[in-house]
Antibody, heavy 121, light 107 residues
Framework: QVQLVESGGGVVQPGGSLRLSCAASGFTFSSYGMHWVRQAPGKGLEWVTVISYDGNDQNYVDSVRGRFTISRDNSKNKLYLQMNSLKVEDTAVYYC??????????????WGQGTLVTVSP | DIQMTQSPSILSASVGDRVTLTCRASQSFSKWLAWYQQKPGKAPNLLIY???TLQSGVPSRFSGSGSGTEFTLTISSLQPDDFATYYC?????????FGQGTKLEIK
């Protein structure tokens, strides 16, 4: 069965950096676009970024563009999110989410359990 | 960017009721819309994609419709397990924006 397991969350000061990882299993990882979606405490869902199945295309929400970088290693079935210049407003649970097969724009069907990132002075 | 607005924000209903949740888009598009259900402390679950296609394993009491700027999610007969928060999401263009959510509460 499809499994997505995030790791790397934690507490960091404003201006700091953090790298999230997502280990994927149960499907052909290299065939699917992958997304990160976040949810601030008590708030709604916010789409953050997507990467194409082959890693050649990415897109970001404006609020993180230039600070966050999505990447993938298809040989290891892993997705990453490098987060730099973190702000208090980046505090959220970050979900690794599977997108479409060979598609960048798609609904997302499988979600990880999420990893909490807290940015606090 | 496409903005998504859900209504109502909170809906109180009873087991057995038929309920309709609405999602409006700031720009028109055809069917690139999904609905998700989220329960407290859990990751969201995909219910509907392409506006009206039921995800595998989702009960048939859930249905979706709409195109253009107005989309709806209907639950034909509410079950106790359905009380949760529901989100719509457009994936016509980036950023793939979510609505703010509709919380479905027990009356």
């Amino acid at each position: 069965q499809v499994q997505l397991v995030e790791s790397g969350g934690g507490v960091v000061q404003p201006g700091g950096s953090l790298r999230l990882s997502c280990a994927a299993s149960g499907f052909t990882f290299s065939s699917y676009g992958m997304h990160w979606v976040r949810q601030a405490p008590g708030k709604g869902l916010e789409w953050v970024t997507v990467i194409s199945y082959d890693g050649n295309d990415q897109n970001y929400v404006d609020s993180v563009r230039g600070r966050f970088t999505i990447s993938r290693d298809n040989s290891k079935n892993k997705l990453y999110l490098q987060m730099n210049s973190l702000k208090v407003e980046d505090t959220a649970v970050y979900y690794c989410v599977r997108g479409g097969r060979y598609q960048l724009e798609s609904a997302v069907d499988y979600w990880g359990q999420g990893t909490l990132v807290t940015v606090s002075p | 960017d496409i903005q998504m607005t859900q209504s109502p924000s909170i809906l109180s209903a009873s087991v057995g009721d038929r309920v309709t949740l609405t999602c409006r888009a700031s720009q028109s598009f055809s069917k690139w819309l999904a609905w998700y259900q989220q329960k407290p402390g859990k990751a969201p679950n995909l219910l509907i994609y392409m506006a009206s296609t039921l995800q595998s394993g989702v009960p048939s009491r859930f249905s979706g419709s709409g195109s253009g700027t107005e989309f709806t999610l209907t639950i034909s007969s509410l079950q106790p397990d359905d009380f949760a928060t529901y989100y719509c999401q457009q994936y016509k263009s980036f950023p793939c924006s979510f609505g703010q959510g509709t919380k479905l509460e027990i009356k």
